[in-house]
């Protein structure tokens, strides 16, 4: 636009023409740094990869120590699974001609919490196929980061359970596998152990301690073992505000209180604490059920969803066919999160009714 047509286009803004000069070139100039946008009128200094950044960061301390209990084995396992979650986002955005997204660090997050959900015993390929299954069929055939229905992860570890020797076979802690070996396939049955939760779901105390449990001096997963390293990577993020307490506390109090109730064995306070600190309920609670795209966005929708995560996690161990319930329960309460949001948005102020779309506005018009 002119200078000229600046000074005169204040009649074309509805000013009246004594404010314009009659549309004179001395009339009201409009200033050249007005931005005019649609709402929501919110900046803030936080991007995805920032935030990406900070997730890493929360885990790194539980990754860490699962890489001591289970040896460098599990290393590679993390290592594997995150450079294929990367290299498939990569070649994916570039076979859809869309802009690169690596930079977001999303699908390295995506990456390392399969790794972590994983036994350090699994053969080489596994963490391989499970990040082409999170990335391309999870994420980015729905259009990429934000726009998935399901936690990607979670989904890449569902489909794994295809080969339910390899994800059900844990070794014993400090058992550190040679991280040469390719594949453990012939003989898994050897080097794996009994987790506390296969204990629980038999009936029968774990023969590990309370404190042994807190701290991860158990069987199970890479990154799931260490409870206390978890919750301080959770601390860690509700400081940084990049989740909520929500979702972690009424997840983690459902599991609790129905194992109070129903104990599988050993006391109620035993069975409780068990059931908490065992297999990747701090995990998946803290990292994965806080997902922002798979998640609810009121405070009351997060709660029924944590609170629907705990209920189908204990329904699932206690009576499902595997020992761990958290990734199932995540998945199912993730495909109910859009009713979640209906049922729990906020009413319009000054009206009877809750906030309506687009859509709902012109069908009651019609």
């Known amino acids: 636009m002119s200078e000229d047509n600046r000074q005169t286009s204040g009649g074309a803004q509805g000013l009246p023409a004594a404010e314009t000069g009659g549309g004179s070139k001395a009339g009201v100039k409009i200033p050249e740094l007005l931005t005019v946008s649609p709402p929501p009128h919110i900046k803030h200094t936080d991007t995805t990869a920032s935030i990406m950044l900070d997730v890493i ?21 993390m290592l594997i699974s995150t450079g294929s979650a990367v290299l498939f986002e990569f070649l994916s955005r570039l076979v859809f001609r869309k802009k690169c997204s690596v930079g977001d660090l999303s699908a390295v997050v995506t990456g390392l919490l399969l ?136 997840f983690i109090c459902t599991v609790a209180l129905l194992t109070a109730l129903f104990p599988a064995g050993g006391g109620m306070l035993k069975s409780m604490t068990s059931e908490l600190l065992s297999g990747g309920l701090m995990l998946g609670a803290i990292f994965m059920a806080t997902d922002y795209s798979t998640s609810p966005v009121t405070g009351k929708g997060r709660l029924i969803f944590g609170a629907g995560c705990g209920a189908v996690t204990v329904f699932i161990r206690y009576f499902g066919g595997y020992n761990e319930g958290v990734s199932f329960a995540i998945l199912i309460m993730n495909m109910l999160v859009y009713y979640i949001d209906r049922l729990t948005r906020p009413r319009v102020f000054g009206t009877g009714g809750r906030n309506t779309t687009e859509g709902e506005k012109e069908k009651a018009a019609k």
């Open 57 to 77: 960061i929360a885990l790194l301390p539980a990754a860490a120590w699962g890489v001591y209990v289970f040896g460098p084995r599990a290393l590679a396992i």
């Open 115 to 250: 790794g972590m959900n994983l036994p350090s015993s699994v053969s080489y390929w596994i963490p391989v196929v499970g990040a082409f299954f999170a990335i391309v069929i999870v994420k980015q055939l729905f259009g990429g980061i934000g726009k998935n229905f399901l936690n990607p992860a979670l989904a890449g570890r569902a489909f794994l359970f295809a080969w339910p020797k390899e994800m059900t076979s844990f070794p014993e802690v400090f058992e550190r596998l040679d991280w040469k070996t390719v594949s453990f396939a012939q003989e898994l049955d050897s080097i794996a152990t009994a987790t506390p939760l296969a204990s629980l779901k038999a009936g029968e105390v774990p023969q590990v301690s309370t404190l042994d449990l807190f701290l991860g001096k158990c069987g199970g997963s890479i990154g799931e073992v260490s409870a206390a390293l978890l919750l301080l990577g959770g601390i860690y993020l509700l400081l940084r505000k990049v989740i909520t307490w929500h979702i972690p506390v009424s």
